[in-house]
Structure formats: structure tokens, C-alpha cells
């Protein structure tokens, strides 16, 4: 399935939020975020997301079927580390399995590295994460270890697998 990134839009606060009020998406994602997820909490993301600093946040929509159905973002890191990003994504769960995670990932890393001085991205998924960890793969990250006893999510600690792309 065809996807294409652009920057999100108030509008898009009601989809979002049906994405994102699904335990099955929040338990693979970073704590923070609220649950149930409304679309006053979707607004206050959208509007962050479009007052951040362009230089230092690369926030998208992933839209396919005309509507949101993911979000991608690419983040500068700080001091030593300005030149490199981390990245985070996700995919409404109805839209899992079409490709549309690694076409996402491959257009916003084609982005960041075309448009800015970064020269690496990374991404952490949780270690038990095998679709996230082949959408990477499949993106043409390189894993490069695991990151054992890295997290604590739902009560449980949890190793990651740190990902990398190096620009060309």
C-alpha cells in the first residue's frame, strides 16, 4: 500500500486519536502517552509537533487512503551527538502488515538526509518488537547490538535492539 508523509494538520486529530487508543500500538511505544487517547490529547501533539524546532524535530504524518494513519518522527540528539537522530514510528493497527511502516521510514530518513547535516539515524525498538525490528531491516538499518535490561515498560524490564543508518 501507497504511503506518503507530510506535516500534520489539526484535522487530523480525530484519526490520530483512534489510532492511538489501542493498547496493542501504546505497548510498543515510549511511556507518556496517555489511555485512554482522546483527540484533546491528539490537538496538543498535533500542535507540538507544528511549533517545534524544524532544525531539531522532523515530525510527520504517514498518510494513506487520503487520511492519517501513522505517525514518523526523526529527532536531532544534543552535544557530542548533534549530527545524529533517533527515530520513532507507528502504524494504526489496521494498517499493519502493507508496507507502509518501511516506505515511511525510507521517505523520512531519504528527508532528514537530504535536508540537514545529520549523518546517522538510530531507532531502539523493544527486542520482542520482530515486525518493528524487520520493518528496519527491510528500511536498510544495520542492527548493531542489543541493549540489554534497557527498559522498564508495563511493569517488566526490557531489552532493546539498537538500529542504525549511516548516510550514503
Keep these: 500500500m501507497e504511503c506518503r508523509l507530510r506535516k500534520w494538520r489539526i484535522e487530523d486529530k480525530t484519526a490520530l486519536a483512534a489510532l492511538l487508543d489501542n493498547r496493542n500500538i501504546l505497548d510498543n511505544l515510549r511511556d507518556g502517552l496517555p489511555y485512554p487517547y482522546t483527540e484533546k490529547d491528539a490537538e496538543e501533539f498535533i500542535r507540538a509537533m507544528l511549533a517545534a524546532d524544524s532544525t531539531k524535530t522532523f515530525a510527520f504524518a504517514i498518510e494513506a487512503d487520503g487520511k492519517a494513519v501513522g505517525s514518523i518522527g ?37 528527508y532528514v538526509f537530504e535536508n540537514t547535516d545529520i549523518i546517522r539515524i538510530f531507532a531502539e525498538p523493544f527486542a520482542y518488537n520482530k515486525a518493528s525490528c524487520r520493518v528496519l531491516e527491510k528500511a536498510g538499518f544495520i542492527f548493531e547490538g542489543v541493549l540489554r535490561g534497557n527498559a522498564v515498560k508495563n511493569g517488566r524490564v526490557l531489552d532493546m535492539r539498537m538500529y542504525g543508518l549511516l548516510k550514503e
Design 74 to 110: 526523526v529527532f536531532r540528539q544534543e552535544n557530542i551527538h548533534f549530527r545524529t537522530a533517533e527515530m520513532g514510528y507507528y502504524i494504526g493497527e489496521p494498517y499493519w502488515g502493507k508496507g507502509i511502516a518501511t516506505s515511511a521510514v525510507k521517505q523520512a530518513c531519504r
